[in-house]
């Protein structure tokens, strides 16, 4: 079993920021990546931002920027540095992780809500 605890979502203003992390506990054995989505009202998952053993870090166009991941192998956390927010970064983010094995498990999520 793997478990993904979400924190840092929460309401802001627009040009504010806000860190998202996500930790990993449970059967962890190689992770190949981590990563952060996003799914807004009526709008399909997409990716936010992701790490990965094999090339690094790769964005969204829309966060480029903006955005900066991180990731911790000690600890076994990836975070999310949310930067310049703006109305249209509203949305739930999931924290996802996918193993060596090919398995993958996502978070609960967490809703990030910027304002005017």
């Known amino acids: 079993q793997v478990q993904l605890v979400e924190s840092g979502g929460g309401l802001v203003q627009a040009g504010g920021s806000l860190r998202l992390s996500c930790t990993a506990s449970g059967s962890i054995f190689s992770i190949n990546a981590m990563g952060w989505y996003r799914q807004a009202p009526g709008k399909q998952r997409e990716l936010v931002a992701r790490?990965?053993?094999?090339?690094?870090?790769s964005y969204a166009d829309s966060v480029k920027g903006r955005f900066t991941i991180s990731r911790d192998n000690a600890k076994n956390t990836a975070s999310l540095q949310m930067n310049s927010l703006k109305l249209e970064d509203t949305a739930v983010y999931y924290c996802n992780v996918r193993f060596s094995t090919g398995a993958g498990y996502w978070g609960q999520g967490t809703q990030v809500t910027v304002s005017s």
């Open positions: 790490i990965r053993s094999s090339d690094g870090t």
